[in-house]
């Protein structure tokens, strides 16, 4: 009985040796590179991660970028932090990644092994700022958002420069938001405490219902065509219904009279053309 626990013992330290080992002498950019051609299959948008560390539960990065490359430019839209590749029975089937999203949140990503399936999103930020995408700055959103959706990936989606098949679902509560503009006239800060958005990409992106309350009450429906060189520069064709609250009115400055003069019982309708750097609204008259 002595033998076999030295025996069981003798094991134990020669398993915990070589995982120690094998964590010390890891090849961690080797590991990112792998984890890079997975992730940037698809699409334009492209992935960068810092080298690996092999942890007791999972492959650990410091940090991952999300780039849109055109030419010999990178752009970052966002970075992750703390990205995790845990280990179990899901790696046979695709690539799930964990990732600390803002100050307070966090984001999972499932992407299949395949040519072609259904890779997965979800995740919630609470509360500290909600990270944006850099051709949306100076926007700063801070409050409560979870997200969740899936696109189907296809290979040939690279080829052809387009976004994936897919949907998403926002949920927002007590939002804020600062730094917006319109024809390079900035909004004042805005609360909503409620959004409720159900986001399409065919080719496009259809916005099949995005209803907020708060300082600004109402809907937007319509479509984004997206510049996948300049996404700057993707073309907005939107319709707003928005019913302002007084106090937020009364902070709009040089804006306020085009506003008030749009207003009919409170309510006004907005069409949004343009692009994402340079929104030009088109009010329509009751």
Excluded: C
Excluded at 139 to 148: H, Q, T, Y
Excluded at 168 to 186: C, I, K, T
Excluded at 216 to 227: H, K
Excluded at 264 to 285: C, F, I, W, Y
Aim: no cysteine.
């Amino acid at each position: 009985m002595k033998k076999l626990g030295l025996m069981a013992l003798s094991l134990a330290v020669v398993v915990l040796g070589f995982w120690a080992g094998l964590m010390l002498f890891f090849p961690g950019e080797v590991a990112s590179e792998l984890v890079e051609n997975r992730l940037n299959r698809f699409g334009p948008i492209q992935a960068r991660l810092t080298p690996a560390r092999m942890g007791l539960t999972s492959l650990y990065v410091e940090k991952l970028e999300v780039v849109r490359i055109g030419g010999a430019k990178r752009q970052v839209l966002f970075t992750l932090h703390d990205v995790r590749v845990p280990y179990g029975i899901s790696l046979f089937q695709g690539l799930p990644l964990k990732a600390d999203l803002g100050e307070n949140g966090e984001v999972s990503v499932f992407f299949p092994w395949g040519a072609q399936g259904e890779a997965s999103v979800n995740g919630e930020v609470v509360l500290e700022e909600i990270p944006v995408p850099d051709m949306l700055k100076p926007l700063v959103a801070k409050g409560r958002l979870e997200l969740e959706g899936a696109l189907m990936m296809d290979g040939m989606d690279k080829l052809r420069q387009s976004l994936p098949t897919g949907f998403f679902r926002l949920r927002g509560e007590n939002l804020e938001v600062r730094g917006a503009q319109v024809s390079g006239l900035a909004l004042p800060l805005t609360t909503l405490q409620k959004l409720d958005a159900d986001i399409e990409s065919k080719g496009n992106i259809s916005i099949k219902r995005f209803d907020f309350s708060g300082d600004l009450q109402g809907q937007v429906t319509g479509d984004i065509a997206p510049n996948m060189a300049s996404a700057n520069h993707s073309r907005l064709n939107l319709r707003m219904e928005l019913s302002p609250r007084k106090s937020w009115i009364d902070k709009l400055g040089g804006l306020k009279p085009i506003v008030e003069a749009y207003l009919s019982q409170g309510k006004m309708a907005v069409r949004l053309g343009g692009t994402l750097a340079n929104p030009q609204p088109n009010m329509e008259r009751k």
